[in-house]
T-cell receptor, first 108, second 113 residues
């Protein structure tokens, strides 16, 4: 199956700092989503972004499908941003492959 | 609109016992999937369905059965639980008209002793 690599695996930020999370994938994909898994385990949709750039408040994402990577930007981080961020890529219908995530801790 | 619901939230089984994890969605999504999440790992696809009566295997199907008799429900069955099936199980649904954007349930934490 397709390989999905996320970096960095762990990240500790001071509140207010900015960060960039990266997702590389090994083959062409039809779909790409970013999720935030909060400390209670809930998976929250952040972006559906198979290509291009989207912004939602302090978060934005860019996918360059031809170069097989996606970036998630978090600006002015808050403690509520803590958790694990997953990238998931879809190759057919609803078959998605997940990366191993970036664990983010934001300290006040 | 409840979205994707899963029951139970927590379950402890003994090795060899069977059980069914329930998943339901009220968004009329044709696609539904089951994933498992192990510590320090991303989610891995177990089985998926593209509509009522149609199911297929994902990355890690062994030890699990599924069926899809209605659009709303997609139960996951463990016929003979093993400690290796201790995990958190997530159900997801998606819709072709929304380009397969996936929506996840809250998860079921299963421990097999």
């Amino acid at each position: 199956g397709i390989q999905v690599e996320q970096s960095p695996p762990d990240l500790i930020l001071q509140e207010g700092a900015n960060s960039t999370l990266r997702c590389n994938f090994s083959d062409s994909v039809n779909n790409l989503q970013w999720f935030h898994q909060n400390p209670w385990g809930q998976l929250i949709n952040l972006f559906y972004i198979p290509s291009g750039t989207k912004q939602n408040g302090r978060l934005s994402a860019t996918t360059v499908a031809t170069e097989r990577y996606s970036l998630l930007y978090i600006s002015s981080s808050q403690t509520t941003d803590s958790g694990v961020y997953f990238c998931a890529v879809g190759v057919a219908g609803n078959q998605f492959y997940f990366g191993t995530g970036t664990s983010l801790t934001v300290i006040p | 609109n409840a979205g994707v619901t899963q029951t139970p939230k927590f379950q402890v089984l003994k090795t060899g016992q069977s059980m069914t994890l329930q998943c339901a969605q009220d968004m009329n999504h044709e696609y539904m999937s089951w994933y498992r999440q192990d510590p320090g790992m991303g989610l891995r696809l177990i089985h998926y369905s593209v509509g009522a009566g149609i199911t297929d295997q994902g990355e890690v199907p062994n030890g699990y059965n599924v069926s899809r008799s209605t659009t709303e429900d997609f139960p996951l069955r463990l016929l003979s639980a093993a400690p290796s099936q201790t995990s958190v199980y997530f159900c997801a649904s998606s819709y072709r008209g929304q380009r397969y954007e996936q929506y996840f349930g809250p998860g079921t934490r299963l421990t097999v002793t």
